[in-house]
């Protein structure tokens, strides 16, 4: 079973900042939070990673709480390419299988 | 950024064939590798754990004579699909992670962009 839970599809309007929330009520102290892209008929793109609190990098932000139970992709302005689906996983990653859920099918619209 | 190549990227074949896919780390090397089987509009499926110089493990209803695993070198994992049918059919990812003690545990996996196998 996957270890998180996510909203199954969102809308937004070119321009708009969007969040993604993911839960992961059962991660574990060795777990790390990712996120990956996917496009249709292309394999996952690493978006982002992290443990704790908040990272940043040239796409997007990913903001954890403290008890880790969760945690929420932020792309701002978004633009049409960020039409795709979107995973959050939780996992030591190295040397560890990813088990993924169904994901979130953001459809952004002008 | 870590590189992970897979080929062909699309096959079409007849029933009964044996299809080889491959999966290469181009700039690192990964004693583990994993694959995937993704339906349409359906999320990706674990298949098997790839171990360098061991045999694979695979998950829970995968038969392991009909997808064959081999993981001869630390950059390259081979997929082979054993007398093909059209059930067969799907997207097939590979994947794997820099396990270099340098660089730490916290490395993300890096994906394939994927083998489209179509069994006629």
């Known amino acids: 079973l996957a270890k998180t839970t996510q909203p199954i599809s969102m809308d937004s309007y070119e321009g708009q900042e969007v969040n993604i929330t993911c839960s992961h009520n059962?991660?574990?102290?060795?777990?790390?939070i990712t996120w990956y892209q996917q496009f249709p008929s292309q394999g996952p793109r690493f978006i982002i990673q992290g443990y704790k609190t908040k990272v940043t990098n040239e796409v997007a932000s990913l903001f954890i709480p403290a008890d880790r139970k969760s945690s929420t992709l932020s792309l701002p302005r978004v633009s049409l390419s960020d039409t795709a689906v979107y995973y959050c996983?939780?996992?030591?990653?190295?040397?560890?299988?990813?088990?993924f859920g169904k994901g979130t099918t953001l459809s952004v619209s002008s | 950024g870590a590189v992970v190549s897979q080929h062909p990227s699309w096959v079409i074949c007849k029933s009964g064939t044996s299809v080889k896919i491959e999966c290469r780390s181009l700039d690192f090397q990964a004693t583990t590798m994993f694959w995937y089987r993704q339906f349409p509009k359906q999320s990706l499926m674990l298949m098997a754990t790839s171990n360098e110089g061991s045999k694979a493990t695979y998950e829970q209803g995968v038969e392991k004579d009909k997808f064959l695993i081999n993981h001869a070198s630390l950059t390259l994992s081979t997929l082979t699909v054993t007398s093909a049918h059209p059930e067969d059919s799907s997207f097939y990812i590979c994947s794997a992670s820099i396990q270099n003690r340098d660089r730490g545990r916290n490395q993300p996996q890096h994906f394939g962009d994927g083998t489209r196998l179509s069994i006629l």
């Open positions: 996983l939780v996992g030591d990653q190295a040397g560890t299988a990813l088990i």
């Open positions: 059962n991660i574990a102290t060795n777990d790390y």
